[in-house]
C-alpha cells in the first residue's frame, strides 16, 4: 500500500508576538511527536529547509540516508538550539569555534568540532568530528529547545539535487519520504550554510556560504584557509563536510557556466536546443538580440550576491519544470562576495 504525501503546515510567528500563534504550536508538537517515534521533518531554516530527526538515534538518522539516497560517505549537520546544546556535542570546544559561534549564532555558519561519543557514527560518516549549527528561524529553534533533541538536518532533496527553498520545493523532491512539511514560507539566505572547520590551524572554510572570508577572519583576528572546489573526496572516502562531493545541488536540466554566454547560447539555439539562461547582463545588447528566440528564457539575476544567493535555488527549480535542454548561466564575478555561489554553480555544472 503506497505512503500518503506528508502534509504541509504553515507556521508564522508575527515579530512583535513574544510566543507563536497556537496554531504553529500546534504544528510544532505534532513535529516533536514524529521526531520521538523516529520521523522525518522538513523544517525551515534560514538557508534552506532542512529534513531533521533525532540527531542522537541511529536508526532515525539512518531513514535520512535511505530517503535522501545519500551515500553513507557523506555527513550531516547537526543543528543545536544554542551554545550550550554544541558543546554537549563536542568532546572538546575549540577557541575558534567558541568566537564564531558567540559571534556569529544564531546564523548560517557551521563548525567542525571533535565529536562526542555519544553522537553516533553514521551522523559523522565515521569520522571523529562533527559539523554544528545553531539555525537563526526562531521556529526552528523553538522546536529543538522543545523536543530536546539535537536535530540532524542536511538539506530536504534527494541526494546531489537543487536544495529545497521553499516548502513545494521539498515536496516535489521527496514526497512520500518525508512525514510532514513545516512551511516558513521562502529561506532568505538561499544557499547552505558557511562550514568551518575549527580543528585545523589555522581553520578552514570546507564550504563557503553567507558568512565570508572576511568577516571570518574580523571576528577570530587572525587568517582563515579556504577549502578548494576541486578538492572533492573520493566517494568511498568520508567527507569532512556536507556539500564537498564534486557533482552537488543539480538541476534535473544540465546546467553549464559560460564565460561567453551569448556566443554560447546562440550556438545551442541554431541546433534547436531549448534554452533557459540566467544572465547577469540583461540591457547588454548581445543579450537583447536574443532575448526573442522562440527557444529560449531569459531570466534576469541580480547582480549583488546576496540578492543572486537568495534567488538561484528557486530559479533552477523554476526552469527544471520548462522542459528544456540546457540551461546557461553567466559566469559570476571572481571576486569573494561571489566564492560561494561560485562553489555552488560549478559543483551544479558538473558532470554526474
Same mark, same amino acid.
Given at each position: 500500500m503506497?505512503? *500518503? +504525501?506528508?502534509d504541509?503546515l504553515?507556521i508564522e510567528?508575527?515579530e512583535?508576538?513574544? /510566543? %507563536?500563534?497556537?496554531a504553529t504550536?500546534? !504544528?510544532i508538537?505534532?513535529?516533536i511527536?514524529?521526531?520521538?517515534?523516529?520521523?522525518l521533518?522538513?523544517?525551515p531554516?534560514?538557508?534552506v529547509?532542512?529534513?531533521?530527526t533525532?540527531?542522537?538515534d541511529?536508526?532515525?538518522?539512518d531513514?535520512?540516508?535511505?530517503?535522501?539516497?545519500?551515500?553513507?560517505?557523506?555527513?550531516?549537520?547537526?543543528?543545536?538550539a544554542?551554545?550550550?546544546?554544541?558543546?554537549s556535542?563536542?568532546?572538546n570546544?575549540?577557541?575558534?569555534?567558541?568566537?564564531?559561534?558567540?559571534?556569529?549564532w544564531?546564523?548560517?555558519?557551521?563548525v567542525?568540532?571533535?565529536?562526542?561519543r555519544?553522537?553516533?557514527?553514521?551522523v559523522?560518516?565515521?569520522?571523529?568530528?562533527?559539523?554544528?549549527r545553531?539555525p537563526?528561524? *526562531? +521556529?526552528?529553534?523553538r522546536?529543538?529547545e522543545?523536543?530536546?533533541?539535537p536535530l540532524? /538536518? %542536511?538539506?530536504?532533496?534527494r541526494?546531489? !539535487?537543487l536544495?529545497?527553498?521553499r516548502?513545494?520545493?521539498?515536496?516535489e523532491?521527496?514526497?512520500d519520504r518525508?512525514?510532514l512539511?513545516?512551511?516558513?514560507?521562502?529561506?532568505?539566505?538561499g544557499?547552505?550554510?558557511?562550514?568551518?572547520?575549527?580543528?585545523t590551524?589555522p581553520p578552514?572554510?570546507?564550504r563557503?556560504?553567507?558568512?565570508?572570508?572576511?568577516a571570518?577572519e574580523a571576528?577570530?583576528?587572525?587568517l582563515v584557509?579556504v577549502?578548494?572546489?576541486d578538492s572533492?573526496?573520493?566517494?568511498?572516502?568520508?567527507?569532512?563536510?556536507?556539500?564537498s562531493?564534486?557533482?552537488?545541488?543539480a538541476?534535473?536540466?544540465p546546467?553549464?557556466?559560460?564565460a561567453?554566454?551569448?556566443t554560447q547560447?546562440?550556438?545551442?539555439l541554431?541546433k534547436?536546443?531549448?534554452?533557459?539562461w540566467?544572465t547577469l547582463r540583461?540591457?547588454?545588447?548581445?543579450?537583447r538580440?536574443?532575448a526573442?528566440?522562440?527557444?529560449?528564457?531569459v531570466?534576469p539575476?541580480?547582480?549583488?550576491?546576496?540578492a543572486?544567493?537568495?534567488a538561484?535555488y528557486a530559479?533552477?527549480h523554476a526552469l527544471?519544470q520548462r522542459d528544456?535542454?540546457r540551461?546557461i548561466?553567466d559566469m559570476?564575478p571572481?571576486?569573494?562576495p561571489?566564492?560561494?555561489l561560485h562553489?555552488?554553480l560549478?559543483?551544479a555544472?558538473?558532470?554526474g
Amino acid at each position: 500500500m503506497p505512503r *500518503r +504525501l506528508p502534509d504541509i503546515l504553515p507556521i508564522e510567528w508575527p515579530e512583535n508576538a513574544p /510566543a %507563536p500563534p497556537s496554531a504553529t504550536d500546534a !504544528a510544532i508538537d505534532r513535529a516533536i511527536a514524529l521526531i520521538r517515534s523516529g520521523g522525518l521533518v522538513a523544517i525551515p531554516t534560514e538557508t534552506v529547509y532542512g529534513l531533521a530527526t533525532d540527531a542522537l538515534d541511529s536508526e532515525s538518522v539512518d531513514r535520512i540516508f535511505r530517503a535522501k539516497g545519500r551515500p553513507a560517505t557523506n555527513p550531516l549537520i547537526v543543528h543545536v538550539a544554542d551554545q550550550a546544546m554544541a558543546r554537549s556535542l563536542a568532546a572538546n570546544w575549540p577557541p575558534t569555534a567558541e568566537a564564531i559561534a558567540s559571534h556569529f549564532w544564531p546564523g548560517p555558519v557551521t563548525v567542525v568540532v571533535p565529536k562526542h561519543r555519544d553522537v553516533p557514527d553514521i551522523v559523522t560518516a565515521g569520522g571523529s568530528t562533527v559539523a554544528l549549527r545553531c539555525p537563526a528561524h *526562531r +521556529l526552528t529553534r523553538r522546536l529543538i529547545e522543545r523536543s530536546g533533541y539535537p536535530l540532524a /538536518a %542536511p538539506s530536504a532533496n534527494r541526494s546531489e !539535487a537543487l536544495s529545497p527553498t521553499r516548502a513545494a520545493h521539498v515536496l516535489e523532491s521527496l514526497g512520500d519520504r518525508v512525514d510532514l512539511i513545516l512551511d516558513g514560507g521562502p529561506c532568505p539566505h538561499g544557499i547552505e550554510s558557511t562550514v568551518v572547520d575549527c580543528t585545523t590551524s589555522p581553520p578552514r572554510i570546507l564550504r563557503p556560504g553567507p558568512i565570508g572570508r572576511a568577516a571570518l577572519e574580523a571576528v577570530i583576528g587572525g587568517l582563515v584557509a579556504v577549502e578548494s572546489v576541486d578538492s572533492a573526496p573520493a566517494s568511498t572516502e568520508p567527507a569532512r563536510t556536507p556539500g564537498s562531493h564534486a557533482r552537488h545541488y543539480a538541476p534535473r536540466t544540465p546546467l553549464e557556466l559560460a564565460a561567453d554566454a551569448p556566443t554560447q547560447v546562440a550556438e545551442l539555439l541554431r541546433k534547436g536546443k531549448r534554452i533557459g539562461w540566467l544572465t547577469l547582463r540583461p540591457t547588454d545588447p548581445a543579450v537583447r538580440r536574443l532575448a526573442g528566440s522562440h527557444d529560449l528564457v531569459v531570466v534576469p539575476m541580480p547582480d549583488d550576491p546576496t540578492a543572486f544567493a537568495a534567488a538561484i535555488y528557486a530559479t533552477l527549480h523554476a526552469l527544471d519544470q520548462r522542459d528544456l535542454d540546457r540551461i546557461i548561466c553567466d559566469m559570476p564575478p571572481a571576486t569573494e562576495p561571489w566564492h560561494a555561489l561560485h562553489d555552488r554553480l560549478s559543483r551544479a555544472a558538473a558532470s554526474g
